[in-house]
């Protein structure tokens, strides 16, 4: 079946550093939606893409849809221990709602 | 305004046994979808209910079964439960056709089987 997949599973930042995850499908996907999760906690969306390269900014965070829209990241600017978590896409399509594998973000102050 | 609320927050069963997982939508919101998240890994669809009928189910067997109310809350029932079966089942909600906006999801039931 259709997977989305993510990458990197895990990446350790300095505090300041940035932080880019990528989300890859060998389909075409009709949306892409971004979700955090803290440790212990539940998802909580983000932002949803739809359209052919698009990008959406919301302060330090930057999301972008592929031209060919197979494929999405997640860029954070200057990262901070808030940001830690696990960061994964979904795909919202019909008959089905498939997740990436996720990107697990460790912030060290 | 009550965001999504699933019971019980944990939960332990011996194999074999028959589980239900209950989950109040959040205010304004008609369609509910569970998930199945194991320890380290992404949500895996389960089943999506809307206007009191399954209207999408994910790749999972029919020992997994839910139920939408009229007050549009839901239930998962597991039976014969397995070891495999124990994780974290995620209860989301969202307002019919209006994906933009993403879905709300409740805490979770942990759920372990023994």
């Known amino acids: 079946g259709q997977q989305v997949m993510q990458i990197p599973q895990y990446q350790h930042v300095q505090e300041g550093e940035d932080f880019t995850t990528y989300c890859n499908s060998s389909?075409?996907?009709?949306?892409i939606q971004w979700y955090k999760q803290r440790p212990g906690g539940h998802p909580v969306f983000l932002i949803q893409l739809v359209k052919s390269g698009e990008v959406k900014k919301q302060k330090r965070l930057t999301f972008q849809f592929g031209e060919a829209k197979k494929n999405s990241s997640l860029h954070i600017t200057a990262t901070q221990t808030t940001d830690v978590g696990t960061y994964f896409c979904?795909?919202?399509?019909?008959?089905?709602?498939?997740f990436g594998t996720g990107t697990r973000l460790k912030v060290l102050a | 305004d009550a965001g999504v609320t699933q019971s019980p927050t944990h939960l332990i069963k011996t194999r074999g046994q028959q589980v239900t997982l209950r989950c109040s939508p959040k205010s304004g919101h008609d369609t509910v979808s569970w998930y199945q998240q194991a320890l380290g890994q992404g949500p895996q669809f389960i089943f999506q209910?809307?206007?009191?009928?399954?209207?999408q189910r994910g790749n999972f067997p029919d020992r997994f079964s839910g139920h939408q109310f009229p007050n549009y809350s839901s239930e998962l029932n597991v039976n014969a439960l397995l070891l495999g079966d124990s994780a974290l089942y995620l209860c989301?909600?969202?307002?019919?056709?209006?994906?933009?906006?993403?879905?709300?999801f409740g805490s979770g039931t942990r759920l372990t089987v023994v």
């Open positions: 989301a909600s969202s307002p019919a056709g209006q994906d933009a906006y993403g879905y709300t």
């Open positions: 389909t075409t996907l009709s949306n």
């Open positions: 979904l795909h919202s399509g019909t008959y089905k709602y498939i």
């Open positions: 209910y809307y206007e009191e009928e399954e209207r």
